[in-house]
Structures are given as C-alpha cells and as structure tokens.
C-alpha cells in the first residue's frame, strides 16, 4: 500500500515538473527557435519523458499542453507563430484541431511505442527510439493536419507552388525537422536512460506484476 502510494506521488512530481518545463519553453525562447513561417521545436521533449515515465496517459496529457500553447501563439499568446496567425484568420477551429490534435496524438501514442519497443530491445535503447519518434510523429502529424485541412487555401496553395505534396512536405520542413529529430533523440534518449536507471521506468515485468 504504501510502496504504490509512493509510486503515485512520484508519477504525479514527474508529471508536474515535465508540465512545468513544457510551459517554461513554451513562453520563453528555449522551446522554439523561429525560421521562416515554420520553427524548430524542442517542446516535444518534455512529451517523450512523460510519455516513457508515465505512460500513454502522461504522453497525452503533456502532449495536450504543447497543442493547446501552440494554438495560443496564433492569438499572440506566449510567443507568435507567423504561419498560426494566417490560419487563424482563414478558419480559427481548423487552426485549433491543426495545432492541438497532432501534439495530443504524438503524446498518446508516444507512451505505447515505448512500452511496445521496451518489450523487444533494453530500456534506455527504447528511450532513444522514442525521442526520435517524438520528433518524427510531431513533423508527420502537423504537416498531415496542414495539408488536410488547409491544403486548398489560397495561402497553402501559394506555399505548394503546384508541387507534388510530398516533394513539397520534405522540402518544406527540411532542416527543421532534422534538427528536431536529432535533439529529440539524444535529450530524450539520455534524460529517458537516467530515469530508467533511478528506477522511475517500470520494467515490463514490474509492470504486470502490478497488474
């Protein structure tokens, strides 16, 4: 009884400090780095430690976090996004489900990978993997969001330049995502095998012995 308590405070510390450093980047510098209509994000992060330390629940609550902050800026809250201010204007609950959806999904899923692929391979391994989708799905989500709901704007039409929409996704994000993916893999990768290693990462085995 008093071992799961415990247990439950720590996943509730864990979820405040990451919800915390998620708001931190968010309104400060640290979580975008703005290029062109498009930013580097770091704020995916935060997401994947959740995600690996509490789950898919943690994954989604602190992916939720980053949508909501991210449809924020297209009002000017916490920061501008220059793209996010042109979709607003163009339909503002299509720019909520394009900002807000693709985080909450990445997060959600994020947890289910970890566990998926921490059953296969070691713990820390698994960290690194899910850093490096935190990145990817985030790209993939928010690009697929933006074609689907935007893509016959005039805005998005002028952007596409009547080039094949894949062509036109990988050059678009480009560099952006690279450098996410990179960031992502390594910071997630080593805080994730830290946290493992401090014992704040069940085991599969722990796991269903709990159950």
Same mark, same amino acid.
């Given at each position: 009884?008093?071992?799961? *308590? ?11 400090? $990451?919800?915390?450093?998620? =708001? ?19 704020? $995916?992060?935060?997401? #994947? ?5 509490? &789950? ?62 921490? *059953?296969?391979?070691?713990?820390? #391994? ?8 935190? +990145?990817?799905?985030?790209? =993939?989500?928010?690009?697929? +969001? ?12 002028? =952007?596409?330049? &009547? *080039? ?16 996410? $993916? ?12 830290? =946290? ?16």
């Amino acid at each position: 009884m008093n071992t799961n *308590k415990s247990f439950n405070t720590s996943q509730l510390v864990i979820l405040g400090l $990451m919800t915390a450093i998620l =708001l931190l980047m968010a309104y400060t510098p640290l979580g975008y780095l703005n290029i062109g209509p498009l930013a580097i994000t770091f704020n $995916m992060i935060p997401v #994947a430690i959740a995600a690996i330390t509490l &789950g898919p629940v943690g994954g989604a609550v602190t992916g939720a976090v980053f949508g909501l902050t991210s449809f924020l800026q297209c009002i000017g809250i916490g920061g501008t996004s220059a793209m996010g201010v042109i979709l607003f204007g163009i339909n503002p609950v299509l720019a909520f489900i394009q900002r807000f959806v693709p985080r909450f999904l990445d997060g959600l899923l994020l947890g289910y990978i970890f566990r998926g692929v921490q *059953k296969g391979i070691n713990s820390s #391994a698994a960290c690194f993997v899910t850093g490096f989708c935190s +990145a990817f799905l985030n790209t =993939l989500f928010f690009m697929g +969001a933006l074609v689907l709901l935007f893509g016959n704007t005039e805005y998005m039409q002028s =952007l596409i330049g &009547g *080039k094949n929409i894949i062509l036109f996704v990988c050059g678009f994000v480009g560099v952006n995502a690279i450098c996410e $993916m990179i960031s992502a893999t390594i910071l997630t990768g080593a805080v994730g095998t830290a =946290l493992c290693r401090a014992h704040f990462v069940s085991a599969p085995a722990q796991r269903q012995a709990r159950a």
